[in-house]
């Protein structure tokens, strides 16, 4: 049996939604499906502006863009993060501060988050990590008591909750992605959310190469014209095709993940019990999207061993995040180990087993096997 990490829930309905895109003879950007798709995202999401991006590197460059950084500007990141939550702050010229995550969720720590507060901070990007959102009432409140702008980077984050409130639409911008490996895939896509009318003008004209092609295309002015330094972040139409049926089966990703998420927990929490991992927490208030099930082994020896055990037996697990600060662009900033402990204890322990709509029953038991197997093989045999 072969078990890939990661397996996409396209069938038919995406197929056909495609090919109805090129029929038409308009791939262009925001075109028919891609203004169908953003309504259906807005009403998913109650938000009351979002743009639809070629990525959500993309959509966080776009953040980023709209708050005109300067030089000096600092911009809080966990280092528990994709390349692309700090490198947007480089794109747009601030300087990035990288700060530790919460050993249970591992989420920015909003303790460590206040530490690093000076004079200079103008933006935070906290994340969603596996559909657990951040603690947005904590960082916000702490954010705007120091006029600090909050991106939420809820990449990983569609269809999960805080407090009743949807991940993306919490800080005062939001990202998603709909790439391949996301709950709703449109192989490379994403979306800039946000409720602030300035930000998100701002946004409409970096998003169109720096013009009011916006105002030319809703008819208010003759010609567009050149108005701020842009870029070109319009998806092809395919995108919102892609989005729109895949968005259509909301209530069946979701219900399968959660029975597997569920499956997950039931058959390990023995092994839980017994010390050999730790699995994820999630908090009052947090309604995940089961966008990732992972667990926390005893050290990064027994996770490569796990690792290379799966491999063997035709599974394919995968650990996440290398802590930015570590990375070479990171330690090239000055970052030495030792700096953010919590994320250097978690990281190499972390270990995600395989969880999407299509994993077959029969697979997942073979998952739960192999696992039991690698802690107990007298056990497994029985
Ligand atoms: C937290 C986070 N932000 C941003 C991204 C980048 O998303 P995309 O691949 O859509 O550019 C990812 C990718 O997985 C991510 O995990």
């Not at 950084?69 to 939550?85: M, Q, T």
């Amino acid at each position: 049996m072969n078990i890939p990490f990661n397996r996409p829930s396209y069938d038919e309905t995406e197929a056909m939604a495609v090919a109805d895109v090129v029929r038409s003879g308009a791939i262009v950007g925001d075109g028919a499906w891609t203004q169908r798709a953003t309504e259906e995202l807005k009403r998913q999401l109650g938000a009351e502006h979002v743009l639809l991006t070629p990525s959500c590197t993309h959509a966080l460059e776009l953040a980023i863009m709209t708050l005109n950084l300067r030089g000096a500007d600092e911009v809080i990141v966990p280092s528990f993060a994709y390349p692309s939550s700090a490198a947007c702050v480089l794109r747009g010229g601030g300087r990035l501060v990288f700060a530790d995550i919460r050993a249970d969720t591992l989420s920015l720590d909003p303790g460590d988050f206040r530490r690093r507060i000076t004079p200079k901070t103008k933006v935070v990007i906290p994340l969603n990590y596996a559909g657990i959102t951040a603690d947005m009432n904590e960082l916000c409140a702490v954010a705007h008591e120091h006029a600090i702008t909050v991106i939420e980077d809820a990449a990983q984050g569609m269809a999960s909750f805080y407090h009743g409130r949807p991940a993306g639409t919490i800080g005062d911008i939001g990202n998603l992605s709909f790439h391949e490996t996301k709950n709703y895939s449109t192989g490379e896509g994403g979306a800039f959310i946000t409720n602030d009318p300035d930000i998100a003008a701002r946004a409409e004209i970096i998003r169109e190469k720096g013009t009011n092609r916006g105002d030319f295309v809703r008819g208010l002015t003759d010609k567009y014209v050149w108005i701020t330094p842009g870029s070109s972040l319009l998806p092809p139409d395919t995108m919102g095709a892609l989005l729109l049926s895949q968005l259509a089966k909301r209530k069946w990703i979701q219900a399968t993940r959660k029975r597997i998420y569920e499956d997950y927990v039931h058959t390990l929490t023995p092994l839980a019990e017994r010390g050999e991992l730790t699995l994820p927490t999630i908090p009052p208030g947090s309604e995940s999207n089961h966008h990732i099930f992972h667990v926390l082994m005893r050290d990064a020896e027994a996770c490569d061993r796990a690792i290379v055990f799966f491999q063997e037996r035709g599974i394919s697990v995968t650990r996440h995040y290398q802590p930015l600060h570590l990375s070479p662009m990171g330690l090239g900033m000055g970052y030495q180990p030792g700096a953010l402990p919590v994320t250097e204890s978690l990281y190499n322990r972390l270990l995600r087993l395989p969880i999407y709509p299509t994993l077959t029953q029969a697979e997942q038991e073979h998952v739960i096997h192999t696992m039991l197997l690698f802690f107990d093989p007298a056990e497994a045999r029985q």
